[in-house]
């Protein structure tokens, strides 16, 4: 069972360090801690380890690069999915190695990790805004957030009434409903998300010092349960860093 000292331990080591943000895989770390689901994965430094790192996992996997200086790991090139095979894995990293902006990359290996079951991919995200304090904001992955817009914000701490008008609030809440023959997905499993990144025992209220910023992008959300598959947090910054 997680304690909120691992939480608070998790981001002590990390500023120990001087880190300014979790990247994927501390975050991810978290959010589970916070009862959030993430894909299952392991983290592999050379090809030579797939083969032991693919046996506690179950395919379709996805290969991720893990590097401090690549913020947006498809622009990069460095994410390959729907890998069915120890050999497609191991190809899907040697050309990464052979990718450009990756070769330049201080590398911290590659993440194989579980494919989330099939869904509707949605952003969550907290900011703390001068006035307002912290917030927390959702919409639908792609272009619904980068093109039209779509997003719904809150003031924290939100109850679960707040969180369903969130979602409903959205322009295109017709798609997570199921509209044009798609399968609806599991709004409560959204909810839930949203709770426990911004409800009133969530990580933003039990942890107030310690965010600005909390980017899940996306959240994979089938008619069943939501998976956080990428996740990034900034810390909030300190004159007097602990
Ligand atoms: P980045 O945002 O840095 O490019 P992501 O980790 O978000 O990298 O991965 C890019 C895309 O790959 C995601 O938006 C999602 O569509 C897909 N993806 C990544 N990880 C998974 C996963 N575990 N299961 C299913 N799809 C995934
Ligand atoms: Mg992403």
Not at 21 to 31: P, Q, S
């Amino acid at each position: 069972m997680t304690t909120a000292t691992d939480i608070s331990a998790l981001i002590a080591a990390r500023r120990a360090r001087r880190a300014l943000a979790l990247d994927e895989i501390g975050g991810k770390k978290l959010l589970a801690m916070a009862g959030i689901a993430i894909p299952k994965g392991v983290l592999v430094k050379r090809v030579a380890d797939v083969n032991d790192a693919l046996s506690g996992l179950a395919f379709p996997v996805v290969v991720k690069v893990v590097s401090p200086d690549i913020l947006h790991k498809s622009d990069a090139g460095g994410v390959k999915v729907n890998l069915c095979s120890l050999n497609e894995v191991q190809h899907a990293i040697e050309i990464m190695m052979d990718t450009p902006a990756i070769q330049k990359a201080k590398l911290d290996g590659f993440l194989i990790e579980e494919m989330a079951t099939p869904g509707q991919e949605i952003v969550v995200g907290a900011v703390q805004d001068a006035q307002f304090g912290p917030m927390i904001m959702v919409g639908l992955g792609g272009i619904f957030v980068e093109v039209l817009g779509d997003v719904s914000f809150r003031i924290c701490p939100i109850s679960p009434l707040d969180a369903r008008e969130m979602l409903e609030d959205l322009k295109c809440v017709a798609i997570l409903n199921g509209a044009r023959g798609r399968e609806a997905v599991s709004k409560s499993a959204i909810i839930e998300v949203l709770l426990k990144i911004g409800g009133e025992d969530g990580l933003l209220m039990r942890y107030p010092d310690e965010f600005s910023e909390i980017d899940i992008n996306p959240l994979i959300v089938s008619n069943s349960g939501a998976v956080a598959v990428d996740a990034r947090f900034i810390l909030t910054q300190r004159d007097d860093a602990r």
